[in-house]
């Protein structure tokens, strides 16, 4: 087991994740593998698409945090997952590199000129599966050459999403793969 937290912040994740049917949360293998993927690559600009009550978020942010450099935007709908996930990243103390947005994607992307700038090394779908296309579609612009799109839920709900890998396998604007992790997920490299 990945240890990054202090025993403390540990008996934290580790309750965030009794929730995880609840709030929807990623496996703790995929926010480990999101974690190292950050660090690794150096990603300082990271979109996240569904907060839920902030299980990724923190993982993805600490990964910020410890490359001493980064900020992360993230997306949600639901006001008291909101709300929620605000309070957990006040005790993670990682509410300083992180930017809650209040809204359903993709239409706040048309209001929210911090996300209009764009330049995004890492974009993570996790919310309405349906409409990863169009998430994807406005976003596009916004992620840098070389960024990379990671979908979760990709077998975990394969007959929502058989269009979007369909779509995501035969565009040229992408080299991408599936990894069979957790719910399955998507890893696309912006050509």
Same mark, same amino acid.
């Given at each position: 087991?990945?240890?990054?937290?202090?025993?403390?912040?540990?008996?934290?994740?580790?309750?965030?994740?009794?929730?995880?049917?609840?709030?929807?949360?990623?496996?703790?293998?995929?926010?480990?593998?999101?974690?190292?993927?950050?660090?690794?690559?150096?990603?300082?600009?990271?979109?996240?698409?569904?907060?839920?009550?902030?299980?990724?978020?923190?993982?993805?942010?600490?990964?910020?945090?410890?490359?001493?450099?980064?900020?992360?935007?993230?997306?949600?709908?639901?006001?008291?997952?909101?709300?929620?996930?605000?309070?957990?990243?006040?005790?993670?103390?990682?509410?300083?590199?992180?930017? !809650?947005?209040?809204?359903? @994607?993709? #239409?706040? +992307?048309? /209001? =929210?000129?911090?996300?209009? %700038?764009?330049?995004?090394?890492?974009?993570?779908?996790?919310?309405?599966?349906?409409?990863?296309?169009?998430?994807?579609?406005?976003?596009?612009?916004?992620?840098?050459?070389?960024?990379?799109?990671?979908?979760?839920?990709? !077998?975990?709900?394969?007959? @929502?999403? #058989?269009? +979007?890998? /369909? =779509?995501?396998?035969?565009? %040229?604007?992408?080299?991408?793969?599936?990894?069979?992790?957790?719910?399955?997920?998507?890893?696309?490299?912006?050509?």
């Amino acid at each position: 087991m990945m240890n990054i937290f202090s025993r403390e912040l540990e008996d934290k994740i580790l309750s965030l994740e009794k929730t995880n049917k609840h709030y929807w949360n990623i496996p703790r293998e995929v926010a480990q593998m999101l974690y190292l993927f950050i660090r690794l690559s150096g990603c300082q600009r990271v979109l996240e698409i569904g907060t839920s009550n902030g299980y990724s978020t923190i993982w993805m942010a600490q990964a910020l945090k410890d490359n001493k450099i980064g900020y992360l935007w993230t997306v949600e709908s639901n006001i008291t997952r909101f709300k929620l996930a605000e309070k957990n990243f006040l005790t993670f103390d990682l509410n300083q590199i992180i930017t !809650q947005v209040f809204g359903h @994607a993709p #239409e706040i +992307f048309d /209001i =929210n000129s911090n996300i209009r %700038e764009g330049n995004f090394d890492l974009l993570f779908l996790d919310a309405t599966k349906k409409q990863y296309q169009d998430i994807l579609n406005q976003c596009y612009p916004f992620i840098k050459k070389g960024g990379l799109v990671i979908a979760d839920n990709i !077998q975990s709900h394969q007959f @929502a999403l #058989e269009n +979007f890998v /369909i =779509n995501m396998q035969s565009d %040229e604007r992408f080299d991408s793969d599936i990894l069979k992790i957790g719910d399955g997920l998507l890893i696309a490299v912006k050509n």
